[in-house]
């Protein structure tokens, strides 16, 4: 499994997708699996019921990773933009 992950030494990131840096705060995530319904290509949840970040979510939208952040029920997911701007949470 540790080879379908983006970045298999940090699977809940901080990692870089297209233009958004994306990461999941694993004190936050209750592992609502929210996300992975919005976003079933960028994430699943380990072992400890925690999202990482699949190596597909290259394929993933900016736009639907965007929605997966705003779709969390405890705004675990945190993104910024490439100059470093956050995103999401506002
Ligand atoms: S929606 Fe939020 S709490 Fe649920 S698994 Fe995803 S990051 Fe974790």
Known sequence: MADT?????N????????????HVDRDL???AA?????????FILD????????QSAQEETSETIIESAKACP???????DETGKQIFPE
């Open 47 to 54: 072992s400890e019921a925690k999202a990482i970040v699949l």
């Open 74 to 80: 405890v705004a675990a997911i945190i993104i910024t």
């Open 11 to 22: 699977p809940s990131g901080p990692v870089v997708i297209g233009k958004l840096k994306v």
């Open 34 to 42: 929210t996300c992975i319904a919005v976003a079933p290509k960028t």
């Open 29 to 31: 995530c209750i592992g």
């Open 5 to 9: 992950l983006l970045d298999p030494k």
